[in-house]
Antibody
Framework: QVHLQESGPGLVKPSGTLSLTCVVS?????????WSWVRQPPGKGLEWIGE???????NYNPSLKSRVTISVDKSKNQLSLKLNSVTAADTAVYYC????????????WGQGTLVTVSS | DIVMAQSPDSLAVSLGERATINCKSS????????????LAWYQQKPGQPPKLLIY???IRESGVPDRFSGSGSGTDFTLTISSLQAEDVAVYYC?????????FGQGTKVEIK
């Protein structure tokens, strides 16, 4: 049973950088899976941010591409998300999720972490 | 981007009755070389992450009750709950994985009438 756990600051100032990590337990990050970040503004729907393979290959949502960096640390079995120049519109619950064998859908999700952008 | 549109936005169904949720994609998500529809369904309860129910448009994820079924092809898909239970109250999302960016429908809220 794969377990994903997101962590990071719950409050970020406008124009600052949002930084989150997702630790993968009970399974190696270095297998044939892609790992995604998905966010959900309070009371709203789901938005895919981007994904990473253990080799470091990435794909990003064009709507966020200029502000997003996703990276992987195989030694710590974790992935990270950085989103810069944040505004209130970036306030959301941020989830990490597994895409098993690059099939494209998400079979395991973390519990999510709420990040609020406010001064 | 492929736009996913769900209908209705919400529905109220009596316990034991059928609930039907529709999902329409702005372009076909049927990949001709595999003859598979790149469409998944998720259930999300308050305060929880989404849970995978259905993938390849009609394959139930392990452990998902058989009252949940998916159908459709090309651009039009349906999630059916054959006999609504109290624990099925949730928001349901469709997602296409035919191309990146992965995109989701806006969600359909299912309640008890």
């Amino acid at each position: 049973q794969v377990h994903l756990q997101e962590s990071g600051p719950g409050l970020v100032k406008p124009s600052g950088t949002l930084s989150l990590t997702c630790v993968v337990s009970s399974g190696s990050i270095s297998v044939s899976n892609w790992w995604s970040w998905v966010r959900q503004p309070p009371g709203k729907g789901l938005e895919w941010i981007g994904e990473i393979y253990h080799s470091g290959s990435t794909n990003y949502n064009p709507s966020l591409k200029s502000r997003v960096t996703i990276s992987v640390d195989k030694s710590k079995n974790q992935l990270s998300l950085k989103l810069n120049s944040v505004t209130a519109a970036d306030t959301a619950v941020y989830y990490c999720a597994r895409d098993l064998e690059a099939r494209g859908f998400f079979d395991y999700w973390g519990q999510g972490t709420l990040v609020t952008v406010s001064s | 981007d492929i736009v996913m549109a769900q209908s209705p936005d919400s529905l109220a169904v009596s316990l034991g009755e059928r609930a039907t949720i529709n999902c329409k994609s702005s372009q076909s998500v049927l990949y001709s070389s595999t003859n598979k529809n790149y469409l998944a369904w998720y259930q999300q309860k308050p305060g929880q992450p989404p849970k995978l129910l259905i993938y390849w448009a009609s394959i139930r994820e392990s452990g998902v009750p058989d009252r949940f079924s998916g159908s459709g092809s090309g651009t039009d898909f349906t999630l059916t709950i054959s006999s609504l239970q109290a624990e099925d109250v949730a928001v349901y999302y469709c997602q296409q994985y035919y191309s990146t960016p992965r995109t989701f429908g806006q969600g359909t809220k299912v309640e008890i009438k």
